[in-house]
C-alpha cells in the first residue's frame, strides 16, 4: 500500500477522541468502538482486508451516506480509514504488546465506556465470525474459553453507577479483552511482519 498523506484528518492516533471526531463529522450510524472491533477481529483470525473490502465494510457500519462519499473518492475519509487499518495491524503485531481495544477515556462515565466495551467486544466477535467458524471451531481450548468470555462480555450492563470499585472492575476487564486479543491474533497469526492492505 502506498504511504498515505499524513493530512491532520488522515492522522489517526489509536484514541477514541479521533475516530468518535470522524464519525461525527460523517454522520456515522454506529459506534466507532464497533467498527475498531469487527476490524480487530478479523486481523486476530488472520484475515488481511483489501483496500476495497476494508472501505466496504466502514461503509456499511458507517451508513449508507458514507458509500457514496468513498465511491466519490473522500481523500480524508479514505487515507483516515486505511492509517486506520495500518496501524491497528501494526499495533496488534507489536512486539511490546502495545494494542489497546478503542475505547473512551476515564473522562467519559462509566456508563458510557461500559457502552464502548460493549460495542467493541460485540465488533470483535463479529470480525472474527466473518472471517470463519470453522478456524473457531478447531482453536485450543483456551481460545473457545476467550471466545466465551468475550461474549459474556458484550452483553455488559452499562446501569451502572461511577463507583471506585466498579472502576477497578473495568479496568480489569479491559485489560483481559487486550489479552485476550492478542492471545487470538497469537494463535491465527504465525508471520512475524505485519502485512498490508494492497
Known sequence: MSTASQTPSAAVPQDFE????????????????????????????????????????????????????????DADLRDFLMNAYEQTLLAMNSPDMSFMPLLPDDEYGLSERLVALGAWVRGFLEGMALVGSRQLGESSPEIREIIRDFVAISQVDADEDDAEEDELQLAEVIEFVRVGVLTVFTEFNTAPAAETLH
Open 18 to 73: 479521533t475516530w468518535a471526531d470522524v464519525f461525527l463529522r460523517q454522520g456515522a450510524v454506529n459506534h466507532p468502538s464497533e467498527l475498531h472491533g469487527n476490524l480487530s477481529g478479523q486481523l486476530a483470525l488472520g484475515a488481511r482486508l483489501s483496500n476495497d473490502a476494508w472501505l466496504a465494510l466502514a461503509a456499511e457500519h458507517m451508513g449508507s451516506e458514507q458509500v457514496a462519499a468513498m465511491q466519490e473518492e
